[in-house]
């Protein structure tokens, strides 16, 4: 069974850092795209950002280019979201997902329905 479990999330005020971690297991995670969304009140999912596991290229949506940085250590079989310079609307539940399909994160539009296994994400709060 494909687990994926997300943590990391907190409070943290405006101009903050917080990194997430996904850690994966029930899958050969050096073969799989890993990606982060998140999803405010009222809104849909969004992408925010993944990592390809053909050769580690990364994308970002142009709200958190410069600021987000994707990550992965396939010996821990574990993807991080290092988050920089927090705003107000950063604030989500982020979530963390996985896709073997070598169509899946080949530039910065990946949607959520592309991707196969998910977590249950984490909250992130950013106060003003």
């Known amino acids: 069974e494909v687990q994926l479990q997300a943590s990391g999330g907190g409070l943290v005020q405006t101009g903050g850092s917080l990194r997430l971690s996904c850690v994966a297991s029930?899958?050969?995670?050096?073969?799989?795209?890993i990606g982060w969304f998140r999803q405010a009140p009222g809104k849909g999912r969004e992408g925010v950002s993944c990592?390809?596991?053909?050769?580690?290229?990364?994308y970002y949506s142009d709200s958190v280019t410069g600021r987000f940085i994707i990550s992965r250590d396939n010996t821990k079989k574990t993807a991080y979201l290092q988050m920089n310079r927090l705003k107000a609307e950063d604030t989500a539940v982020y979530y963390c997902?996985?896709?073997?399909?070598?169509?899946?994160?080949?530039?910065?539009?990946?949607?959520?329905?592309?991707?196969?296994?998910w977590g249950q994400g984490t909250q992130v709060t950013v106060s003003s």
């Open positions: 990592i390809s596991y053909r050769d580690g290229s990364t």
């Open positions: 997902a996985a896709d073997y399909s070598p169509s899946v994160c080949i530039d910065a539009d990946s949607s959520a329905a592309e991707f196969a296994y």
């Open positions: 029930g899958l050969s995670f050096e073969d799989y795209n």
